[in-house]
Each structure stands twice: as C-alpha cells, then as structure tokens.
C-alpha cells in the first residue's frame, strides 16, 4: 500500500459524490494513520538497537 498515492487521489477524484469522497478520506486516514505506526516503531526500534549495539562496545 502506497501513503503517498493514496493522499494524491483526495485532489484528483473530485468527480465522485461526497459519500464516496468521505470513505475514501476515511480509508486514507486509517492507511495513513497505520504508515505513520509502522514509521515509528521502526525509528523506535532503531534507536533500541543504536542503544545495545553502544552499550556493547
């Protein structure tokens, strides 16, 4: 799943009625929402390894 495609498709389907816009918006949201989960354990976890990897030296 693509975030950044996703939020590009909020400007260009404008053609659809608003019901449909909304759900889209929705699903975008809760898509961008889980990217953002996903960013921030990684960054979490690469902090934790930054840690040990230190500690162990």
């Not at 053609?15 to 960054?43: D, F, P, T, Y």
Request: charged letters at 25%.
């Amino acid at each position: 799943m693509d975030c950044h495609s996703n939020m590009e498709g909020w400007l260009k389907d404008s053609s659809h009625s608003i019901w449909e816009n909304e759900n889209g918006m929705v699903r975008s949201l809760v898509l961008l929402l889980k990217c953002l989960k996903i960013m921030e354990n990684a960054i979490f976890l690469s902090k934790e390894n930054q840690m040990y990897t230190f500690k162990s030296n």
